[in-house]
């Protein structure tokens, strides 16, 4: 058991925090790992390169996919930022790089993928929706992974098709999310139809919203139990009850 607090610092934590314009990164204590020795420049948060690594080598996708960018600092998106105006122009870097703490990139949450091939672009690498790139899409749900920014929701989401960028949300919150269809951003509010203890009961998890009322709040979690702040206005509980 765990005993974890409810507050205004915890709910800027976790794998299913939200990360945009609206909702800017607050904290980033996260356990960082190098993708591989290849790439060792490239860094995760530790349990979702886990996850990323289990996929690929699902696959057999070996160097067919190689990583273009996973954490950020704040210092390195903002140079990015800044050196996209200056190349691209401001209209081509408001549609494919985020503000400073705007980015899913400084959260260790989320990485840019590419087809190996010569010349790649580093903002808008090639990951086409067939071959590998497309196995990888297709099965990375399962490892917790979501194609975090679609053409058809870029109304919501405020940032242009990138299909190369994936965010770990963790399992199954992936699975609900692509099935489901919806953005991060439209998650975060479909799951406030079940607030605690009302529960969605989806593949072998129950999952409930907990609004943030008070600092003094706390819960205890049993072993089956995980807990993520959304960075929004509350929580999120996810309890395995099977092993579906």
Not at 1 to 7: E, R, S
Not at 96 to 102: D, R
Not at 152 to 170: L, P
Request: net charge negative.
């Amino acid at each position: 058991m765990k005993k974890v607090k409810l507050n205004d610092e915890n709910i800027h934590k976790g794998y299913l925090i939200l990360i945009n314009p609206d909702n800017l990164l607050k904290t980033n204590e996260i356990k960082l790992i190098s993708y591989s020795e290849k790439y060792k420049n490239i860094e995760l948060d530790q349990v979702a390169n886990s996850q990323l690594q289990k996929a690929l080598k699902s696959i057999n996708a070996n160097d067919e996919i190689v990583p273009i960018s996973g954490v950020r600092t704040f210092e390195e998106q903002k140079r990015l930022y800044t050196d996209s105006i200056i190349e691209n122009g401001e209209e081509y870097t408001k549609k494919f790089v985020a503000l400073p703490n705007a980015s899913e990139h400084q959260t260790g949450l989320a990485i840019d993928l590419a087809l190996n091939k010569p010349n790649i672009d580093f903002i808008c690498p090639s990951f086409p929706y067939n071959g590998i790139c497309q196995e990888f899409r297709k099965i990375a749900p399962n490892f917790g992974f979501i194609e975090r920014y679609k053409d058809e929701k870029k109304n919501i989401t405020k940032i242009a098709k990138e299909e190369w960028h994936f965010r770990f949300v963790g399992y199954p919150h992936s699975k609900i999310i692509t099935n489901k269809d919806l953005c991060l951003e439209e998650y975060i509010e479909y799951l406030k139809e079940y607030k605690y203890p009302k529960f969605l009961n989806s593949y072998g998890y129950k999952i409930s919203y907990i609004p943030y009322e008070n600092q003094n709040e706390t819960i205890i979690l049993q072993e089956n139990q995980m807990i993520s702040g959304n960075n929004v206005d509350g929580f999120i509980l996810s309890e395995r009850v099977s092993d579906e």
